[in-house]
């Protein structure tokens, strides 16, 4: 199997703008949020047919597509920029359509016709036998030697990973902590990533899957608003007071569990990524990714790199008011903490 490598981390760190960066090298298949689009059908625990594979690939992702119905589609939403035949309002996006395949090629839906008929006549077998045999698809289509998965919100999932691909590496990429949040605080899909927590933390559930009839109707209107099929994305997630320090929160419950979790990994299988070092000494910084993934450094990709960092939001938390700032630099200290002793 090619190299693989994820790039994990909690979102809003730079790292849409890594990926950009990574798939400019010649020999790099980037794949872009590839399991935050498949979201919790990713990884069945039997057996699946090459049928069943398809369909993880191309059904849509339904909370994607409600935000996208509900006037609020995440800007990482790639293939509504430029539609080709799916739609959120009709036939759903598939889900390895909306950030995956359109990072790739500027026809993303000749190309999901292709892996989707390729995929269908694979054998039974794991789903993690599926996934590599997927990268080596796109590996060889493309003439690529490394794969490297990059997505948002996805510290959580690096046991699952770390367990279906035994030999696969980790960078975890970081930032600031009151700087993140803040830029959390702005995003529509953290917004509603905090909002849907609070739904599964009233119904004490741990998915959204679990909830019944009875938990919605116990939920206060605006929040159980959100379970639907459409709503008022902006009256719910954008025009709501959703003060930042409990964003300063949920960023130090990621990061310090996500420490635990990349600490157990062994030494070799594992690198640190910061987000401000990146902007400091970007060629340094991209050459360390590079010769960890397994291929090497090229001076133009470094140049090209360096071009697509920017640093106007670093420090952006700083012009808060005073006291809220405090109380967000508080609010993060356990995360830094974490970060510290890593």
Do not use: K
Request: aromatic share 8%.
């Amino acid at each position: 199997m090619r190299s693989l490598t994820f790039i994990v981390g909690t979102g809003r760190s730079g790292s849409s703008a890594l990926s950009r960066i990574v798939n400019r090298h010649p020999d790099i298949l980037s794949l872009n949020e590839l399991y935050a689009s498949l979201g919790s059908t990713a990884f069945p625990t039997e057996p699946i047919t090459g049928a069943r594979f398809r369909r993880i690939l191309t059904d849509p992702n339904p909370v994607f597509d409600t935000l996208t119905r509900s006037g609020v589609p995440l800007p990482e939403f790639l293939y509504i920029r430029r539609p080709g035949r799916y739609a959120a309002e009709t036939t759903g996006v598939p889900a390895l359509s909306l950030m995956v395949l359109p990072h790739l090629t500027d026809d993303p839906d000749g190309l999901l016709d292709e892996v989707a008929d390729e995929v269908s006549s694979w054998p039974p077998r794991p789903v993690a036998r599926h996934y590599v045999a997927l990268f080596e698809l796109l590996a060889a289509r493309f003439g690529r030697s490394a794969v490297i998965e990059r997505s948002g919100y996805s510290l959580g999932w690096v046991p699952r990973l770390s367990t279906a691909f035994p030999t696969a590496r980790f960078v975890h990429l970081f930032r600031d902590g009151p700087d993140c949040a803040l830029s959390m605080s702005r995003h529509r899909g953290y917004r509603a990533i905090a909002l849907l927590r609070e739904v599964m933390e009233r119904s004490n559930v741990t998915d959204l899957s679990e909830l019944t009839p009875d938990h919605v109707r116990a939920l206060p209107t605006d929040l159980s608003a959100l379970l639907g099929d459409r709503f008022d994305g902006q009256r719910l997630i954008m025009d709501r007071e959703m003060p930042v320090e409990g964003f300063g929160a949920l960023w130090s419950e990621l990061v310090t569990e996500g420490v635990g979790l990349l600490a157990e990994l062994p030494e070799e299988r594992r690198m640190t990524l910061a987000y401000e070092d990146l902007l400091d000494a970007p060629e340094r910084e991209l050459a360390r990714l590079a010769e960890f993934a397994g291929v090497a450094p090229r001076a133009d990709w470094l140049a090209a790199g360096r071009a697509e960092l920017r640093d106007g939001s670093r420090g952006s938390a700083l012009r808060l008011p005073d006291a809220e700032l405090a109380t967000l630099r508080e609010r993060c200290a356990p995360g830094t903490r974490a970060l510290g002793r890593a």
